[in-house]
């Protein structure tokens, strides 16, 4: 079974950046998809940007359109999050999920594997 392992999180004041990454514990050829969610309190997790490995597409969420940066190391079995012009709505528990398709990425209870995730904390 995969494991997924997210580091990175902190707390940052508004405008600033972090880079977020999520290591796999291995290579499974059957993971076609991997993507950041988030979740904030009182809310239920969202998609923040999914990579497509297999269609080489990437989606990332409206509010985070031109501020966050989706990268896949397909040597290093990872994904980073760059996210840059950090907001306080930004703020929240930050996870990594892989799944073997992509298409379904919206539901996220078809998600295959989850990391433990890693805070995100923007301060005004």
């Known amino acids: 079974k995969i494991q997924l392992v997210e580091s990175g999180g902190g707390s940052v004041q508004v405008g600033g950046s972090l880079r977020l990454s999520c290591v796999a514990s291995?290579?499974?050829?059957?993971?076609?998809?991997m993507g950041w969610f988030r979740q904030a309190p009182g809310k239920e997790r969202e998609r923040v940007a999914v990579?497509?490995?297999?269609?080489?597409?990437?989606f990332y969420a409206d509010s985070v359109k031109g501020r966050f940066t989706v990268s896949q190391d397909s040597a290093k079995h990872s994904l980073d999050l760059q996210m840059n012009d950090l907001r306080p709505e930004d703020t929240g528990m930050y996870y990594c999920?892989?799944?073997?398709?992509?298409?379904?990425?919206?539901?996220?209870?078809?998600?295959?594997?989850w990391g433990q995730g890693t805070q995100v904390t923007v301060s005004s």
């Open positions: 999920g892989a799944n073997t398709v992509c298409y379904t990425s919206a539901e996220l209870r078809l998600w295959d594997y």
């Open positions: 990579f497509d490995r297999e269609h080489t597409r990437i």
């Open positions: 291995e290579f499974d050829w059957r993971i076609d998809c």
